[in-house]
């Protein structure tokens, strides 16, 4: 089975702008969470999808959001960019909602630079 | 709220000897600890998982404790070899809904050297 696929893998931003990336599943995994991590804060969490549904959110602003389509892919989507945005967005996959005893699989992560 | 800290930033070892990081939690235990690693430039990958009420859990040169008096779980990694050396993270998992479902809250993260 194909991994956790994350693209772009590198990409650079201006203030301002905006940004999507995308993550494409693990076949038949129906949830995706999607991940922040930066040298201070760590891995951070930002939200989960589950069957093209919202099901928790972190504490991140209204800029970022994301969304779920119907074959389980997801995009994420930063807009007004900032420089604290900097980060390695990662991208994590389950067949079911993150729980318990639900193992995430994470992508290779898009690494955003702002500028 | 509940926190998740690996109070070790970095921890040197000589190979063969035994690797021995620490997560500590805050407040209520967190149901599951799970453990990854993570190398330069790649997403965590999960190594092991245990539940508050499983002492051990082992996985051929791993094992991973879980204290709920002491509120820690340590993560073992017996006769290390330099190929070991990467970020090890805990995380926490519950099975309840409201604001845990779907999440993993993560510690910062110990990155381990092993020195040949």
């Known amino acids: 089975k194909a991994g956790v696929t994350q693209t772009p893998r590198y990409l650079i931003k201006t203030r301002g702008q905006q940004v999507t990336l995308s993550c494409s599943p693990i076949?038949?995994?129906?949830?995706v969470s999607w991940y922040q991590q930066t040298p201070g804060q760590g891995l951070q969490f930002l939200f989960e999808y589950f069957s093209e549904t919202q099901r928790n959110k972190g504490n991140f602003p209204g800029r970022f959001s994301g969304r779920q389509f119907s074959n389980s892919r997801s995009e994420m989507n930063v807009s007004t960019l900032e420089l604290g945005d900097s980060a390695l967005y990662l991208c994590?996959?389950?067949?079911?909602?993150?729980?318990?005893?639900?193992?995430?699989?994470f992508g290779q992560g898009t690494r955003l630079t702002v500028v | 709220s509940q926190k998740i800290e690996q109070n070790s930033e970095a921890l040197n070892i000589q190979e063969g000897k035994t690797a021995t990081l620490t997560c500590n939690y805050t407040?209520?235990?967190?149901?599951?600890l799970q453990w990854y690693r993570q190398d330069p430039g790649r997403g965590p990958v999960f190594l092991l998982l245990i539940r508050e009420n499983e002492k051990e859990k082992r996985k051929e040169r791993l094992k991973v404790t879980f204290d709920t008096t002491l509120k820690q779980s340590l993560f073992h990694i017996t006769a290390s070899q330099p190929a070991d050396s990467a970020t090890y993270l805990c995380?926490?998992?519950?099975?309840?809904?409201?604001?845990?479902?779907?999440?993993?809250?993560f510690g910062q993260g110990t990155i381990l050297t092993v020195h040949p």
């Open positions: 994590a996959s389950s067949e079911q909602p993150l729980r318990g005893q639900t193992e995430a699989f």
């Open positions: 995380a926490r998992s519950r099975n309840a809904g409201g604001t845990s479902y779907g999440k993993l809250t």
């Open positions: 407040n209520y235990s967190p149901a599951y």
């Open positions: 076949s038949g995994h129906r949830s």
